[in-house]
């Protein structure tokens, strides 16, 4: 047990889809399951982070405020933040710091979203400082084009072949088809995969992501409350990273035209990507091999692979062998995305780092179900937001 | 044969815009050694340097073929679509003096078919779009002619 730790109390969600309604709905929804699994009401909370959406107008924006409003004010303080796919695991580290201080005993963290449908685009205007806005412009550089650009060097590099990365969706398939709160029930065929178009080769349709609506939430508490509770044995949050890049960052993140100049100062010896998941670690004083399961960003399937590396389940290159031994399976040594991942959720932005929390949660208690990972006690999660938003959190019992 | 449309840049200050020997325009900050692109802030990101002054200097048209990617579905604005859509590649490529990776898109003519990550690229012009009165250029990339 670590100094750092947190209770999760309780885990709740609203379903995946596209259901065409306000953002509010669906975190109130996610809210209140996590209230009746921590047997909590609204008025014992003591602090609320929003995670923010960037879609939904300036209720989005305050995201903690628009969700302590709609739940109904009782005056606590309110902290409202956006770190892009990574926004979920800032809010959760808001959260557990404000615990740890002793400033707050219940916190809720939240974050949901309403997704226009297609590509995810820029902010509208003539937008000529924005990079994000720019790579559109001048480019064409979707974000599929990125996730096609690292599955293209996979291939180069290490070997990966397209049935590699169909392999992907339908092992994720077969893992979130009987998950509620997932928006694709499906179980897919490497045929049906390789059968889809191209999108941004060598990535197909049933590859890459879709955008989702949603909203997940996590009652966070102190150890000390859940003792008082009766909770002996909680699940916990053990470790949060939310490391930035160091300079250089030789990898192209999206939005970007470059990489950072590696001329003048060397590379670090730890990629962006590899310094995620290693900061968690040494928080926690745990490491890969103590892992059960693992909740990781698979933006893109052929990304599953690289998350396989950057977090330690394997070396470099090794990723490819390490899928087709089965091991990252569930039934396997290493079960990576039990939920089913992004290929069975598609992203809700501000609420998906949470809802990889609340899939661990559930299987470090033995509640998943179908998809239950045997005497899981040790999980984590990856992740990367974009304009260098790292985010992993480590939870055990 | 019509007249000749103006070919301008599409974005102002980025690309030298000599036919016969383009270059992308970045920062120098030479107290680190460090180049950057796009000239978004002017100053240096390189820690500890933000003091630096930095110079504008033309960045390598050479470099070595990183990974590439088709679009094959038109995507959203503000990128300019020709109607109809027509797919595009982006390429990675990595400069070997400025140790950076610049994207894209590949020239004009060229099949991706035909590339292969490892391979030197340079840089040339290209159109990206254009209306009633104006060709709007940007950088591309393309295999130097073996």
């Known amino acids: 047990m670590s100094k750092n730790d947190v209770a999760i109390l309780g885990a709740g969600m609203h379903p995946w889809g596209k259901w065409g309604r306000n953002f509010v709905e669906y975190g109130v929804t996610a809210i209140k399951e996590a209230m009746k699994d921590a047997g909590l009401e609204w008025k014992d909370v003591d ?3 929003g995670g923010d959406t960037m879609r939904n107008g300036y209720p989005g924006y305050v995201a903690g405020a628009t969700f302590a409003k709609a739940m109904g004010w009782t005056g606590i303080p309110i902290a409202s933040c956006y770190a892009a796919c990574a926004t979920g695991a800032h809010a959760i580290e808001i959260a557990r710091t404000r615990i740890l201080s002793g400033m707050a005993e219940v916190v809720v963290v939240v974050g949901a979203d309403t997704t226009p449908k297609g590509f995810l685009a820029p902010t509208r205007g003539e937008r000529t400082l924005d990079p994000d806005w720019l790579r559109f412009r001048l480019l064409g550089a979707t974000n599929p084009t990125y996730f096609g650009l690292y ?23 077969r893992h979130g088809f009987s998950n509620p709160n997932a928006r694709y029930k499906k179980v897919f065929t490497e045929e049906e995969v390789l059968d889809s178009p191209l999108v ?8 890459i992501c879709a955008t989702s609506d949603g909203g997940a939430a996590l009652v966070l508490t102190s150890l000390d409350f859940a003792r008082k509770r009766g909770v002996s044995n909680p699940v916990r949050v053990s470790a949060v990273s939310t490391v930035s890049p160091t300079f250089p960052n030789t990898t192209i993140d999206m939005p970007e035209f470059t990489t950072d100049s590696a001329a003048g100062i060397p590379a670090p010896d730890r990629s962006f990507k590899d310094s995620i ?11 890969p091999e103590d892992l059960d399961l693992a909740e990781v960003y698979d933006l893109s399937s052929a990304l599953e692979l690289d998350w ?18 089965g091991e990252t399976a569930i039934g396997g040594r290493i079960p990576v995305n039990p939920s089913g991942g992004l290929g069975c959720f598609g992203e809700a932005v501000p609420a998906q780092a949470i809802a990889q929390v609340c899939e661990l949660t559930w299987q470090l208690r033995g509640e998943a179900g179908e998809r239950q990972v045997e005497g899981a006690k040790v999980g984590i999660t990856a992740n990367q937001g974009l304009f260098g938003h790292g985010s992993s959190v480590l939870c055990t019992r | 044969m019509s007249t000749r449309k103006n070919r301008v840049p599409a974005i102002e200050g980025w690309i030298k815009m000599d036919e016969d020997d383009p270059h992308l325009l970045g920062y120098l900050d030479a107290t680190s050694g460090t180049y950057f692109f796009p000239k978004d802030v002017s100053i240096s990101r390189a820690p500890g340097h933000a003091d630096a002054e930095l110079t504008e200097v033309e960045l390598s048209n050479r470099g070595r073929l990183w990974s590439y990617t088709t679009n094959h579905y038109q995507p959203p604005e503000p990128y300019v679509a020709p109607d109809p859509f027509v797919p595009y590649t982006v390429a990675a490529v990595e400069l070997t003096k400025e140790r950076m990776i610049v994207l894209g898109q590949l020239a004009d003519g060229v099949d991706p078919e035909t590339i292969e990550v490892g391979q030197e690229m340079e840089l040339v012009l290209g159109t990206l779009y254009e209306d009633e009165e104006n060709e709007y250029i940007v950088w591309k990339w393309k295999p130097v002619a073996a």
């Open chain 1, 308 to 325: 396989y590396e950057n977090i330690g389940l394997c070396k470099p290159g090794e990723a490819e062998g390490l899928l087709r031994s």
């Open chain 1, 47 to 49: 602090f609320v982070v």
């Open chain 1, 151 to 173: 599955a293209r060097r996979r291939m180069d590099l290490y070997g990966a072949t397209e049935e590699d990365f169909a392999r992907i969706k339908v092992k994720n398939s």
């Open chain 1, 200 to 207: 941004a080769d060598p990535l197909r349709l049933f590859e």
């Open chain 1, 277 to 287: 998941a290693h900061a968690a670690y040494q928080e926690a004083g745990i490491g």
